[in-house]
């Protein structure tokens, strides 16, 4: 700027030389009007100065404007295209996004179906589980009660295994003293053959329920009891007192 301003005063027409020596003297007013002549062209050469100062500072300020204008145009551009770049980036980092919360959105359905099956499937384990458990309860029961029935059967076995042996040892009694029933009657028809079926093992009287020391049998039937009852019954009602036979003859006494 001070380099065009310079170039403008160099446009700037001469000033007149004034003579280095001074003038002779003047008449008063041709000096006065002199000096009103200078006056005035000095005011006129300050007045063209700042007219064409002024114009070069415009000019300045419109080519600093101009180069301003510009300046900002092209940075509105630069931040055009960086705000549209930047949009267009959020509108991508957007779209990603949604679609990420989709999937994220489609994981959570998902997942709450999963957790949906897998709770139903916890709670049929946990019925199955406690089926099993009262399946197992009720196998131990009838397991302890089968122990136990085995006992009882066991203790039946033994029960039963004593009765035998006791049954054995009757019997044993009974052909003895068949024997010598058959012997008894082979010496004397009183006496009548009762048959080992119908014979009672039991030693005991049935009436009195005391050991019957001397027997006696009612016949037909052959039941047995001890000589006092058995004469009594035959002598009250001439039948056997357990199975209401009618007894055709007295009771006959056994050995």
């Not at 012997?183 to 009436?207: G, M, S, T």
């Not at 009195?208 to 037909?220: G, H, K, L, S, W």
Request: proline letters at 5%.
């Amino acid at each position: 700027m001070s380099d065009q301003m310079k170039d403008k005063d160099h446009v700037l027409p001469s000033e007149p030389s004034e003579p280095s020596e001074p003038s002779p003297p003047a008449k008063p007013g041709r000096w006065a009007k002199q000096n009103a002549y200078r006056k005035l062209q000095r005011q006129m050469r300050e007045k063209i100065h700042k007219e064409l100062t002024e114009e070069a500072i415009a000019k300045e300020l419109a080519m600093a404007r101009e180069k301003l204008v510009k300046e900002v145009q092209e940075e509105c551009a630069s931040l055009k295209h960086n705000l549209r770049a930047t949009k267009a980036g959020l509108k991508e980092q957007k779209r990603h996004l949604d679609k990420r919360g989709k999937d994220l959105e489609r994981k959570k359905v998902q997942l709450d179906k999963d957790h949906t099956v897998l709770k139903d499937k916890i709670v049929q384990d946990q019925k199955v589980l406690h089926d099993i458990m009262t399946k197992d309860l009720e196998v131990r029961d009838k397991k302890n009660q089968l122990e136990l029935q085995r006992a009882n059967l066991e203790t039946l076995k033994e029960a039963q295994e004593r009765t035998v042996t006791e049954l054995t040892a009757k019997h044993e009694i009974v052909k003895a003293e068949q024997a010598k029933l058959e012997e008894a009657i082979k010496n004397n028809d009183k006496y009548v053959v009762v048959k080992e079926a119908e014979v009672q093992l039991d030693p005991d009287c049935p009436i009195c329920m005391c050991p019957m020391e001397v027997q006696r049998a009612f016949v037909p039937c052959g039941h047995r009891f001890c000589s006092e009852c058995a004469m009594d019954a035959y002598g009250r009602a001439y039948e056997c007192p357990l199975c209401r036979i009618r007894a055709n003859q007295p009771p006959v006494k056994l050995f």
